[in-house]
């Protein structure tokens, strides 16, 4: 199995990169949200998924593995497959699948092309306990500069708290001089 890529960009499409890995050209393709994510230098590394079938050997591209990961899961689930996860991851980052999934989102699910109400069912049923580590971490939208509120919210999302209530009650807390272990005690209170 090829699990990841590091070479010269080669050429850069919105479906599909060319890395040229020691003379041999990879083609790979990608998500949406990996190409607006890639930058254009070209030394690059992507995380890869091999699939193989019986008429073709497929490389999907990911920026990070957390997407890989998402792409895994989604494609483990009955009625998804590799392209449909492709599609889904584009429209949608792997905290937001995740979430939809946890929250029981079934219209978020289904809002993706080629995916209807029972796979979106099948797809909340069949990863509801399997995506719990994506939640906390894609996007964080509590900036990282404040270190102390971004370690309280993670540790309050593993401890099965909804990650914006969370959020929302660290941004009430007066933060900037507080321990993690205090700006968790104190949203323990209010959530």
Do not use: W
Request: proline content about 2%; charged content about 25%; glycine content about 6%.
């Amino acid at each position: 199995m090829i699990a990841q890529i590091q070479g010269k960009l080669v050429e850069k499409n919105p479906t599909y990169l060319v890395i040229d890995c020691n003379g041999v050209g990879y083609e790979i393709k990608i998500t949406l949200n990996t190409f607006t994510s890639l930058s254009d230098n070209e030394a690059i590394k992507v995380y890869t998924q091999l699939i193989v079938r019986e008429d073709a050997q497929i490389l999907y591209g990911f920026q990070t593995k957390e997407e890989r990961e998402m792409f895994n899961l989604l494609i483990s689930v009955s009625g998804i497959g590799p392209n449909t996860a492709m599609i889904m991851l584009s429209s949608l980052v792997p905290s937001e699948v995740a979430h939809a999934i946890q929250s029981d989102d079934v219209a978020t699910i289904q809002s993706v092309k080629g995916i209807g109400a029972k796979t979106a069912q099948r797809v909340i049923i069949d990863l509801k306990g399997k995506v719990i580590g994506f939640s906390a971490g894609d996007e964080n939208i509590v900036s990282t500069n404040n270190t102390n509120k971004f370690d309280a919210l993670n540790a309050l999302v593993s401890l099965g708290f909804d990650k914006k209530s969370a959020e929302k009650t660290l941004n009430k807390l007066n933060s900037d001089e507080k321990s993690v272990e205090d700006l968790i005690k104190e949203a323990l209170k209010q959530l």
